[in-house]
């Protein structure tokens, strides 16, 4: 009654030939078949993002997407970007300003601010909080994470 | 790493000296930055198997009929399960203390057996090799419900027609009557007295880690190690233990990273003891996480509350008392262990709390209802007797036309009066409440800013501005729970041992939740012991190998463990030096500790690496004198007595637009000074008050449990209750003043809990005052736009 499909799929750069099941989401066969736990789990329904994932350029949510549509993809992890270094700077700027407290929506929000570093690299403080807006942070009340994305778009200190 | 002014206030206290008071990053954070944490979730073990609960549809019902055939025919089910079954491997609880007077609830499973009482309450558990075929063989299980009556509304579940268990007599869990005296006569008296009705929604944590508990129970040993998203692990120990009877030298509690607690992760989850129940009756290790679909109906809830209150006033402004008369619902069961009696107790024990007037009464009554439990969550209480006394203190400034500012001004207690026990009973130590509400004032530009209001008003822009005064519970000694019967330590420890490199790796029983626990006790061991910070590790969260003690709630992790480092850490450092005395055959007063490095104490003159003290200590001890014996391993704890709690003070302002229009309230910008004593890492605690205003916004604004009229959630999902968000959050300009307490050597006081506490009410205030010009008033949280409206008639 399991319905599964070959799938290939690069994730952080490594080409994986797998049978998923077709109704596994994305971030579940990310934490679960490949063991990266950095994308994290916290609606299941679209709403948090705590699961975002790169998918060939385009953020999106691993609860909302199908493992099997990552078929032909490059699927990119916080475990990749930051081996990578492409997220140090953010990371950096995290760190110092305390932008982060249990850390469980942090792996999310720094690939949507990371997003928004590439496509609106000018982005206003407004702008950023907008962008921000569909990921959830329980801990910080936002101002921190606000600031040191601007102080990386910007210089500011 | 510049070196500040000292703010310890301890004679003798040169030598923590360096990172106190510094806004040092914590170590901590990398790895969390990374995705490289270790939440319970993350965990992988052989032979896990994963539980799913089957919960209760209905608010009230009898369980007629399980029928688990099919379910356990599915793929890959190891068990299916009923409260009876469950119940063989662990015993039911009762939810009281000794000091609630009168408390009363009935015994609870860990599997509901016959009976569910709300909507959400487990009936049974799937136990699969995946979550996904545990999910699947649930949604086959069959059940045959009598539905039962539900009750719903607090006031009927207080008039008792319906008596949810009939073997308590009433739906009435707990009540309180607490009078000074005097207080008929104090409203015979006033020239003024001023009378509301204020309600506050139910809500909840919304942890974005569900709860998480991975248990692994050992039958070689009969052990159980228990990986558990929790904020109390040696309670939790001893929970397990009793409970499930195992000795409790056997039960291991482990939290590794913790996605967010808020108070949401401190209490015993029926789910959770069943999932350790099962890794005792399987013999492997279970798992379950809730998600976040059934978090909403099985996470602790928190406040619902209907409250009236009036003050009396003379007519130059002095407040002589104040008549209180709250009513909570709690659900169908006290929650374990800490009762659901503590949220109405601290409504009576700080409704007027930063003033000065001295009759006071107040009546309180805890009720049963037929949904979600609620219990203590970040600032237990506080929300909801700042915003009323707030509230009404700006009613009757505002019938006697004197400024709000100037109204509390001439009311808060002064600065000097202490120590003072006010009229509910509590004792302060020492509140510095007219030093922080000039700050605010002077921070937020107070006349400026109610220039500008006045100049948006005229132009029909309809700005307000809200303050809030608060008092807040922080560093509770064992008066909270322990006297009355609860196991809950009141104490914590903290072991400090020096590494034979010369790292110090610090163990506390204080547990980190992302609050910054670990970075501001390396900061303090580092102080105290008089090494750099990069040679500190901090280890918590295990009871098998931190000291004993109650963990992290009622903001006492930095007051209470960060005490018992900073004992530690000088008993260490003087040990150290005994070594460094017989190694360099000198007298011990001559040498100092800086740097990682034994010192001349009048020349500075390096005498030795600490590293060489380390190497000579553990492995050529031969080399010292015969009689001597190193001690480099040194553990100290803390209790606060001498007060119940270590009562610290603040003020907040909130700056608001409201569109009579559409209703919708835009946040402008926020302010709170408040005094936490010695502020150990100014970074850390401003973001704690930021997290907890935003929480506190969320509750005044956005969040609430929404129930239909059979007991059903209506909005149990993160797309219909409504969080806040980046995009709707202001600027928070938090400052400080520091009072340290005089009872421990840091000074330090609690903080986790202070922005939460006061912004519902300085968002209403502010509300209010810009409502004021259109002659609507608001009164029930949280403030939605339908809300406000029909306030302005408009709906």
Known sequence: MEHELETTLTVNGTTLRRRIQARQHLVDFLREELGLTGSHIGCEHGVCGACTVRVDGQIVRGCLMLAVQANGCQVETIEGLSDSGELATLQKAFHERNALQCGFCTPGMLMAARDLQIRNPKASRDEIRAHLAGNYCRCTGYQAIIDAVEEVLHGKS | ?795
């Open chain 2, 1 to 795: 790493m510049g070196k500040a002014e000292l703010p310890l206030h301890a004679p003798g206290t040169q030598v923590d000296r360096g990172y106190i008071g510094q806004s040092v990053p914590r170590a901590n954070a990398q790895r969390l930055l990374q995705g490289r944490g270790a939440f319970t979730d993350d965990l992988r073990f052989p032979r896990l198997a994963h539980a799913v609960f089957f919960r209760s549809p209905y608010a009230h019902a009898n369980v007629k009929r399980l029928e688990f055939k099919q379910a356990l025919r599915a793929p890959g089910v190891i068990g299916v399960f009923d409260g009876r079954a469950v119940a063989e491997y662990c015993t039911p609880w009762v939810a009281v203390l000794a000091h609630l007077k009168g408390i009363k609830s009935p015994p609870q499973h860990a599997i509901a057996i016959e009976r569910a009482c709300w909507q959400g309450e487990a009936v049974a558990v799937v136990v699969a090799e995946s979550r996904s075929e545990a999910e699947d063989a649930a949604a086959l299980i069959e059940a045959e419900w009598e539905e039962l009556p539900a009750v719903v509304d607090m006031e009927e579940a207080l008039a008792g027609k319906t008596v949810i268990h009939p073997d308590l007599g009433d739906n009435v869990c707990f009540k309180r009557e607490h009078d000074t005296g005097g207080v008929d006569e104090a409203f015979a008296q006033a020239d003024v007295v001023v009378e509301e009705t204020y309600h506050f929604g139910r809500h909840t944590g919304v942890c974005l880690e569900g709860r998480a508990i991975l248990a692994d129970y050992n039958a070689a040993e009969h052990s159980l190690t228990v990986y558990h998203a929790t904020q109390a692990p040696h309670m939790m120990q001893d929970i397990f233990s009793r409970h499930l009877n195992i000795p409790e030298g056997n039960v291991r509690v482990i939290a590794k990273d913790v996605g967010g607690s808020f108070g949401i992760k401190v209490h015993v989850y029926a789910d959770e003891m069943a999932t350790a129940a099962l890794s005792v009756m399987l013999r492997r290790p279970v798992k379950f996480v809730a998600d976040r679909l059934e978090s909403f109906v099985s996470d602790i809830h928190a406040r619902e509350h209907r409250v009236k209150v009036r003050l009396a006033c003379t007519r130059a402004g002095e407040i002589l008392a104040f008549d209180l008369d709250d009513l909570t619902a709690i659900g169908p069961y006290s929650v374990y262990p800490r009762t659901s009696g503590i949220e109405g107790n601290q409504v009576v024990n700080l409704t007027g709390g930063p003033y000065k007037h001295q009759k006071y009464r107040a009546r309180m009554n805890v009720v049963f209802t037929n949904k979600n439990v609620t219990c203590q969550y970040r600032a237990v209480g506080h929300p909801i007797a700042v915003a009323l006394t707030e509230g009404i203190v700006d009613r009757a400034a505002a019938e006697l036309k004197i400024d709000p500012a100037e109204f509390r001004r001439r009311n808060l207690i002064p600065d000097d009066a202490y120590p003072y026990t006010f009229p509910s009973g509590i004792k302060f130590e020492k509140l510095s409440h007219h030093q922080t509400l000039a700050k605010l004032l002077d921070l937020m530009d107070y006349k400026s800013l109610r220039a500008q209001q006045a100049d948006f008003i005229k132009k029909g822009s309809y700005r307000g501005i809200g303050l809030a005064a608060m008092i807040e519970v922080t560093n509770p000694s064992p008066a909270f729970y322990g006297v009355g019967g609860a196991r809950i330590s009141a104490q914590d420890g903290a072991t400090l041992r020096l590494e034979p490199t010369g790292m110090v790796t610090v163990l506390c029983s204080v547990t980190e939740q992302g609050q910054g626990t670990d970075a501001i006790f390396g900061q303090i061991a580092a102080s105290a012991v008089g090494v750099t910070i990069d040679k500190v590790r901090v280890i918590t969260g295990d009871t098998g190998v931190t000291p004993y003690g109650g963990g992290t709630w009622a903001s006492r992790g930095a007051g209470i463990g960060g005490e018992a480092v900073l004992l530690a850490g000088r008993a260490l450092r003087s040990n150290i030096l005994d070594i460094a005395a017989a190694v360099l055959k000198m007298d011990k007063a001559e040498l100092d500790l800086v740097g990682d490095q034994v010192v001349h104490r009048l020349t500075a003159g390096p005498k030795m690496p600490l590293a060489e003290l380390g190497r000579i200590a553990y492995f050529r001890p031969d080399t010292l004198p015969l009689d001597f014996q190193s001690e480099l391993t040194v553990t100290r704890h803390y209790t606060p007595r001498q007060y119940g709690f270590t009562f610290t003070n603040g003020i907040q302002a909130s700056y608001v637009e409201v569109d009579p229009d559409t209703g919708f309230v835009k946040l402008l910008k926020h302010w709170c000074v408040e005094d936490c004593g010695t502020v150990i890492n100014p970074m850390l605690v401003d973001e704690q008050i930021r997290g907890g205003v935003v929480q506190g916004i969320g509750a005044a604004l956005y969040e609430e449990c929404l129930y239909g009229p059979d007991g059903q959630l209506l909005n149990g999902n993160l797309a219909d209750y409504l969080v806040p968000m980046s995009g709707e959050m202001p600027d928070i300009v938090c400052a400080h003043v520091e009072t340290p307490t005089q009872q421990s050597q840091l000074g330090a006081k609690g903080v986790g809990e202070a922005g939460t506490a006061g912004a519902p009410g300085a968002v209403m205030n502010a509300i209010n005052d810009a409502l004021a010009p259109l002659g609507a008033r608001v009164t029930q949280m949280p403030f939605t736009p339908e809300r406000i409206l029909k306030a302005l008639r408009k709906v």
